[in-house]
């Protein structure tokens, strides 16, 4: 099980059979499908990518904008679409993984890129090796925290 620092999303991962199947739910929700595949890499890809835009805005880089329209996949794969499956072949018309959404899209880019390529793209400011023809936002302004002091707060700090 993964979860984000703050525990408000969490990742199952579970193997029946040759199968490993990606869960995500919010905290207090039943955890809902979110990919299958035969190949523990594929999962592991699609964790990199579903956590590579908190990295980028943690590090304060742009956010990378993936097309999501059935159009906009890699040239060679193809998608069957169900209302809650997307179905993703490799180009060679093998079924490589089953997605419950969009996020099929995005996955036909990197999914034979090296775990370490995929990483390196979400930490680069630009994007590269492997999104430079991606849109990349305006940079990410976070507002330093603000400390105050117990007279500022009213008074209220450290008291139920």
Not at 82 to 92: A, C, E, R, V
Request: hydrophobic content about 40%; charged content about 20%; proline content about 9%.
């Amino acid at each position: 099980m993964l979860a984000d620092p703050m525990g408000e999303l969490y990742d199952i991962v579970t193997v029946e059979s040759d199968q490993f199947t990606l869960a995500r739910a919010e905290r207090g929700s039943k955890p809902v499908f979110a990919m299958s595949s035969k190949r523990v890499e594929d999962v592991e890809r699609h964790l990199t990518c579903l956590y590579g835009a908190d990295i980028r805005l943690l590090e304060r880089l742009p956010f990378i904008y993936h097309a999501w329209e059935k159009h906009a996949i890699k040239p060679g794969w193809n998608i069957e679409q169900f209302p809650h499956q997307w179905i993703l072949f490799d180009p060679t018309g093998r079924l490589r993984a089953v997605f419950g959404g969009d996020q099929a899209i995005r996955y036909s880019w990197i999914a034979e890129s090296p775990l370490a390529q995929i990483r390196q793209s979400y930490l680069h400011r630009d994007g590269l090796p492997l999104f430079p023809n991606h849109w990349i936002g305006p940079a990410v302004r976070i507002p330093a925290p603000v400390h105050l002091t117990p007279a500022e707060a009213g008074g209220n700090i450290g008291r139920p």
